[in-house]
């Protein structure tokens, strides 16, 4: 009866007041403060009486909220896309917010289970919750380190270690200043948790102090680019209907030529745009009314489309077609969403290949593609939120990025804005410039630094010429890759052994004494 009490009057309600503080954080709201209360509330609401259940529910209550919060509109896409009913739409949203919270559960159990043991948990839980969100695929990924995204000089240390490093920061100054609260009240020793919770929230503002001025420097000696954006606003429903092709290519030619009348040396078109396939084994943009550079477009043009080979299979992708007319490369998708591009399993399961389409076809690298003496880095639809193809794009060396995407599924939402954020860190992991074409918004122009130059409005028609800087330097991160989360493992798995140890070593000194008796 008491362990009930205690769940309802203490672990529930600390339990949704993380996933509230985690989820309040993201855009447009973006209260980026109430980000290291998340961790600290998940903290408390385990450390009461810590075992590997109740910290794994309370994990998973901290993120179902923040899932909830931040994920509202999956209610209105199934309503909108798959016609649900409201009530079927809220039961498979709910589906996928508690599908989303495993990270933070196996988090949460795995950190209860060292506590239970006498493992500090102010020091166990953040190491337990970069593990886990490295470790735990998810269909729309989130971390920790996108909270403090709008604070652009404290995620500054996120070329070190990328967003591993940054949740790491985020957890143990929570943690760590919760935790000497805590003991200050109890008239306990208070000091280390607090001096390691007050360094992890002063020392990435004075790195990012000192750094943020040296890459603004490095961005105005650079080289200059200017990239056009054509954000065009086709609604998913007309994007579909042949018959407004050839009105959508005119559309998107005319946004073009104005953008190259105001110098831009390259033009973007979102995720898809260019309404007709384009087979693979052309060398040349199409003749006639299909052309990409047809009513006065000079070119270059990095246009996203679908693109098809000899066997038929369909891919996402972003061609780059030179003013000549010559196709410059192809950059495919890699990391396509699980069910909403295509369906797991179905090469291998022949019930699933009778009932539903193969979908699209991966791409088997990242690429860069030449342009205008530069290199592109391309980032297909969410890849620019996936901080590990960041590092795999970094690596090949582009002068800046480019991201083409499709929100227009989630209408006037705050989905896009999310997304617009959590992108922004790919420029600090890499430091490059970054210029999203989204079909209805967000499409923007995020510097090296991770501060926003340019902003567009959603479900609205926009353009603008964006003054890119070429940078060349290799960052910590994109030259290591993650770091972080095997230390992270390592140290956790050694705390385990090391408690075990100390555990059987006490069994046997009881059993002694008794022996003795």
């Known amino acids: 009866m008491l362990g009930r009490r205690r769940f309802w009057t203490r672990t529930l309600p600390l339990a949704t007041l993380g996933g509230l503080s985690i989820g309040l954080c993201g855009a447009p709201v973006e209260w980026h403060a109430l980000g290291f209360f998340g961790p600290a509330f998940l903290l408390m609401a385990i450390a009461d009486a810590p075992s590997a259940r109740l910290g794994f529910v309370a994990g998973w209550i901290t993120a179902t909220v923040t899932n909830a919060v931040a994920l509202y509109w999956v209610v209105g896409l199934l309503q909108e896309f798959a016609g649900f009913p409201w009530i079927a739409g809220v039961a498979t949203a709910l589906l996928l917010w508690v599908a989303q919270a495993l990270a933070a559960a196996f988090a949460g159990g795995l950190a209860g289970a060292l506590m239970a043991r006498g493992a500090p948990g102010w020091l166990v839980l953040p190491g337990t919750l970069v593990a886990a969100f490295s470790l735990t695929p998810a269909l729309f990924p989130w971390r920790l380190a996108g909270t403090q995204v709008p604070w652009t000089v404290w995620v500054q240390t996120a070329e070190l270690g990328g967003e591993p490093l940054v949740d790491l920061l985020v957890a143990l100054a929570g943690c760590g200043l919760a935790e000497a609260a805590r003991r200050a009240a109890l008239g306990g020793r208070w000091r280390v948790p607090a001096a390691v919770g007050a360094a992890s929230l002063l020392l990435p503002l004075a790195y990012g102090a000192v750094r943020l001025p040296q890459v603004r420097e490095a961005r105005a000696e650079a080289p200059l680019l200017r990239v056009g954006v054509v954000q065009p606003n086709v609604g998913i429903w007309e994007k579909r209907d042949p018959r407004l092709a050839f009105d959508q290519l005119a559309q998107l030619q005319e946004m073009t030529r104005e953008l190259e009348a105001e110098g831009a040396d390259l033009v973007v078109w979102p995720e898809t745009a260019y309404p007709f396939a384009i087979r693979r084994s052309r060398t040349r943009d199409a003749d006639g009314p299909t052309r990409i550079l047809g009513r006065g477009v000079r070119g270059p043009v990095l246009a996203g489309a679908i693109t098809v080979d000899a066997e038929g299979r369909r ?154 800087r070429l940078l060349s330097a290799t960052t910590p991160w994109v030259r290591l890759g993650d770091w972080l989360t095997p230390l992270a493992v390592g140290a956790l798995l050694g705390a385990a052994i090391a408690l075990g140890r100390l555990g059987r070593l006490g069994r046997l000194g009881r059993l002694g004494r008794r022996t003795r008796r």
Not at 358 to 379: C, E, H, Q, S, Y
Request: hydrophobic share 40%; glycine share 10%.
């Open 315 to 468: 891919y996402n992708s972003a061609v780059l077609v030179a003013p000549d007319g010559r196709i410059l490369g192809i950059s495919d998708k890699v990391r396509l969403l699980a069910f909403g591009e295509y369906v797991p399993l179905w090469d291998y399961l022949p019930p699933i290949k009778e009932r539903f389409p193969r979908g699209l076809t991966p791409g088997k690298r990242p690429r860069v593609l030449p342009a205008n003496g530069t290199r592109v880095g391309v980032l297909n639809c969410y890849e620019d939120v996936l901080g590990a193809y960041g590092v795999d794009i970094g690596r090949e060396d582009p002068g800046f990025l480019v991201n083409v995407t499709n929100d227009a599924w989630f209408g006037d939402t705050s989905e896009p804005w999310l997304h617009q954020s959590m992108a922004r860190m790919r420029t600090i992991e890499t430091r490059r410039d970054l210029v999203r074409a989204v079909n209805t918004g967000v499409s923007s122009h995020t510097l090296a630094t991770g501060e926003d130059a340019i902003l567009t409005g959603t479900i609205e028609q926009a353009s603008f010429v964006a003054e890119v």
